[in-house]
């Protein structure tokens, strides 16, 4: 598949969600989007669970799931009356035999300056296969992922080395212009390449995202925040961001997000100091999250 039409897809799935198309985002992430009566007072119509994950990519092990929830007029907004819970449950299906696999998992919701709520589920899968999310609030639905096999996933994963690359830098574009399209002008995270962070002997936190052409959804406050973080984790870590376009058409990948072979953006990669991946956050997540998986790095 050319480039084009593969990353039109992936801006499509954290755009869409930024902009309420809830039933369009699950059907661009594979499956559609289920519906229930639900028991959230204040929603117009049916209540929907929307994916705001990667529908490829998922291996055994921790995998994280963040869900958003949506009724008929979209997905529902911080700004919205509706008040969402705090918490949510639910439970892990095997599709192929039926079994109940985790019978209670909970997450609680993170809107820390964003748009639209979501919930991380973090769910322990040993085996490769088709599962179902069902959640309390919405028992009809049916919010599958699939794991394969860890061998068949060509970007880093946890527990992988974090492969060098030369990101684009402030004294060397790379043949990428703009190298940052942060709005209010390039963000502090190009002084150096990515190899040249791996190279540091500190842990690394690698942002691939692209703020302008996502304000509303994840990359553009995902980036704001982590400036945030940054400063008040002083020089704990080196944090570089790449940008997923090469120019300001916004049609063609950047060459930072053809060397790990993403398929969507945005991500979020920290590594310790031996520049292991620790932990990666995928498509959504909030100050409060980052700072968590920041802080179970040692980075704080």
């Known amino acids: 598949m050319s480039p084009f039409p593969t990353y039109s897809r992936r801006r499509f799935l954290a755009l869409s969600a930024s902009l309420g198309l809830g039933g369009l985002v699950a059907a661009c ?21 929307v994916k705001r994950f990667p529908t490829t990519g998922l291996v055994p092990g921790s995998i994280r799931l963040p869900i958003s929830l949506a009724d008929t007029s979209g997905v529902l907004t911080t700004a919205e009356k509706v008040k969402l819970p705090q918490t949510l449950t639910g439970k892990v299906i095997d599709t192929a035999t039926g079994d109940v696999v985790i019978a209670s998992v909970t997450a609680d919701k993170h809107d820390t300056n964003m748009s639209s709520a979501y919930w991380p589920f973090i769910v322990d899968v040993k085996k490769v296969g088709v599962y179902l999310l069902i959640l309390d609030v919405a028992p009809e639905s049916e919010m599958s992922f ?30 990428v212009d703009p190298i940052c399209t942060r709005p209010q002008g390039t963000c502090p995270f190009h002084a150096v390449t990515l190899t040249e962070a791996l190279q540091s002997g500190k842990p690394v936190v690698y942002f691939i995202g692209t703020p302008a052409y996502c304000q509303t959804g994840t990359c553009a406050p ?7 973080v940054s400063k008040s984790v002083g020089g704990a870590a080196v944090f570089v961001h790449a940008d997923v376009y090469s120019d300001k058409t916004a049609t063609n990948p950047a060459p930072a997000v053809e060397a790990f072979k993403l398929t969507y953006e945005p991500v979020l990669y920290i590594t310790d100091a031996k520049g292991v991946l620790v932990n990666r956050l995928d498509a959504v997540f909030d100050v409060t999250e980052m700072s ?6 040692g980075i704080s």
């Open 29 to 49: 992430g594979g499956s559609s989007s289920s519906s229930s009566s639900g028991t959230i007072d204040g929603i117009s119509g049916t209540l929907q669970v």
């Open 292 to 297: 968590s998986a920041l802080a179970a790095a």
């Open 146 to 175: 699939q794991v394969e096999e860890r061998a068949n996933v060509a970007w880093p994963l946890v527990g992988d080395p974090l492969p060098p690359f030369d990101t684009p830098t402030n004294d060397n574009k790379r043949g």
């Open 222 to 228: 995902g980036l704001e925040a982590l400036i945030s």
